[in-house]
Nanobody
Framework: QVQLVESGGGLVQPGGSLRLSCESS????????MGWYRQGPGNRRELVAS???????NYTEPAKGRFTISRDSAKNTVYLQMNSLKAEDTAVYYC?????????WGQGTQVTVSS
């Protein structure tokens, strides 16, 4: 069973930046479409960014222009660079496959945007 471990979250002021990492225990990065999801307080988990096996990227509206998803297949890791953070970005961030089968969710990494 593949395990996904997210890291890099923390407390940041509005306008600040964070870089999240998601390391996979299996060699899935670059083989399948991967996504970053988030779940804010009282909200459902939502997809914010994805990267296809070919390297194409897609972003949902909240992430466009501010977030960048990337990967390092050799390190089995997917990244999410988040800039110009807003209070509404506060959430637990997770990574997982996109489009169908998904692995067991990891613990996620908490991002809190507050002054």
């Amino acid at each position: 069973q593949v395990q996904l471990v997210e890291s890099g979250g923390g407390l940041v002021q509005p306008g600040g930046s964070l870089r999240l990492s998601c390391e996979s225990s299996g060699r899935i990065i670059g083989r399948y479409a991967m996504g970053w999801y988030r779940q804010g307080p009282g909200n459902r988990r939502e997809l914010v960014a994805s990267i296809t096996n070919a390297g194409g990227t897609n972003y949902t509206e909240p992430a466009k222009g501010r977030f960048t998803i990337s990967r390092d297949s050799a390190k089995n890791t997917v990244y999410l660079q988040m800039n110009s953070l807003k209070a509404e970005d506060t959430a637990v961030y997770y990574c997982n496959l996109v489009g169908g089968f998904q692995y067991e969710w990891g613990q996620g990494t908490q991002v809190t945007v507050s002054s």
